[in-house]
T-cell receptor, first 117, second 114 residues
């Protein structure tokens, strides 16, 4: 089984709809991240969380919100989807400073392809 | 703001060639540098991680080097195979207030033909 899973894998929605993307991990990591990937632009950080009570904005947080329901679960919401949010979304995890071997190596899920019409 | 650049953007080589992918970054205050592989429509697979205090890391036919002072890293792939065809991404992790945040390059799309 995959260590980092994302649901759904593909989603087509309409402008104005609320969408939630979910991420779960079995790696026991404290840190979780949401990125989006656009063709030709590389990956950009949307939000990140260093533990259940810690949420931080990344480079491109406008139009998005997140929820860290548990150590293993981190959800990304688009409150009112718009076409320029069409992208490939990735969740990632990494170990924490307290783990004793903090290299900050990030492990990625398989991605969610979101299309907003 | 950290900027990461990868050259070339695309590379096509015959099987068996040794090749080098380049990555440069503007802020040398990094925690580590990570190389990833991405297959079409798939997620990212971590290939190698180099901590800022290290000069290189090796895994099988892959060798990554880091020159932090000049803001450069290279990924060397020996004896390339068609199965190496993918996009290779370089990412650096910040320090201090940006600790834990990865900054990505746009990738090098590699095609290895038989």
């Amino acid at each position: 089984d995959a260590d980092v899973t994302q649901t759904p894998r593909n989603r087509i929605t309409k402008t104005g709809k609320r969408i939630m993307l979910e991420c779960s991990q079995t790696k026991g990591h404290d840190r979780m991240y949401w990125y989006r990937q656009d063709p030709g632009l590389g990956l950009r950080l949307i939000y990140y969380s260093f533990d259940v009570k810690d949420i931080n904005k990344g480079e491109i947080s406008d139009g998005y919100s997140v929820s860290r329901q548990a150590q293993a679960k981190f959800s990304l919401s688009l409150e009112s989807a718009i076409p320029n949010q069409t992208a490939l979304y990735f969740c990632a995890t990494s170990d924490s400073l307290t783990s004793g071997r903090f290299y900050d190596e990030q492990f990625f899920g398989p991605g969610t392809r979101l299309t907003v019409l | 703001k950290q900027e990461v650049t990868q050259i070339p953007a695309a590379l096509s080589v015959p099987e068996g060639e040794n090749l080098v992918l380049n990555c440069s970054f503007t802020d040398s205050a990094i925690y580590n540098l990570q190389w990833f592989r991405q297959d079409p429509g798939k997620g990212l697979t971590s290939l190698l991680l180099i901590q800022s205090s290290q000069r290189e890391q090796t895994s099988g036919r892959l060798n990554a080097s880091l020159d932090k002072s000049s803001g450069r890293s290279t990924l060397y792939i020996a004896a390339s195979q068609p199965g190496d065809s993918a996009t290779y991404l370089c990412a650096v992790s910040g320090r201090g207030s940006t600790l834990g945040r990865l900054y990505f390059g746009r990738g090098t799309q590699l095609t290895v033909w038989p």
